[in-house]
């Protein structure tokens, strides 16, 4: 069963009259609410308000790391480990080919359902996640493998576990270590992209957004909390904090995106894959005419620019 945010409640009443429209084979009227339904579509998804499109990125339904795999790849094969401690389950790690094109896909993996969930740690990495996607990454450098890297999680592990085996360093070692890889490297936020967490697999030659995903330093619950003391506030925080695809690229923090379809990935998942898909490999091809040390330089060059202001 799909699952209607409170916005998308009259989207999903036509979509309910159009299936008994058709049960009763009233093609006429499955004609004027199709139109009706497009007309929806469009006045509630070109209307969103910032908390809106944080419930649309923290979506049950929207399509995780582990969606795009299995959409994406032709033939794929799954890495595990990070070769010092254990095999992190909320960080996947896939190589195999999208189209004709060699791929090393690492991404970031909720779950789903409590089982899944608790089994993904919720999408929350632990340092031995970290470490196996960096073990990938030079994997893929060795290989000369393009590397796609999927971020959706509200964080890193904040476990005293985690804390004990040095999630900062592993954190801090993906940043530098992926600053100056010396191979093409594409990272997309496919959903919530949360503070540390999403940094330690977002540094590469392009960064992009989803549409409906949102990229911030901390949770909008945790920023009214902090602020305000207050979890009403919450919506305030969302807006204040400039978390969405078209506030970052606004302020030039990332580099283009991804028009997933207007109804959102989690009502069309082939639909947001081909997106990834189309993004990833016109990037590769346009990153291909570069020399390596060109492509660095650019990387460089974007890296320590953010952050710049103007007066």
Known sequence: MATYLDFEQKICQIQEEIIAAEIRYDHHAVTILKKDLDKEVHQTYTNLSPYQELQLARHQDRPYALDYVNLL????YELH???????????????????TERVMIIGEQKGRGTKNKLKRNFGMPNPEGYRKALRMAKMA????????????????????????????????????ELSTLNTISISVVIGEGGSGGALAIGVADRLAMMRYSVFSVISPEGCSAILWNDPSKVEAATKALK????????????????????????RDKVGAANAVKDYFLSQVASLRKLSDSERLEQRYNRLIGVGKFSE
């Not at 010092?84 to 896939?94: E, G, M």
């Not at 690229?249 to 379809?261: G, Q």
């Open 73 to 76: 790849f032709d033939k794929k």
């Open 81 to 99: 480990g990070d070769r010092h401690f254990r095999d992190d389950l909320a960080i996947i790690c896939y190589l195999g080919t999208i189209g």
């Open 141 to 176: 450098e060795k290989f000369q493998i393009p590397l796609l890297m999927l971020i959706d999680t509200p964080g890193a592990y904040p476990g005293l576990g985690a804390e004990e085996r040095n999630q900062s360093e592993a954190i801090a070692r993906n940043l530098l």
């Open 243 to 266: 978390i969405t695809s078209a506030d970052l690229k606004e302020l030039d923090l990332i580099d283009d995106i991804i028009d997933e379809p207007l109804i959102g990935a989690h």
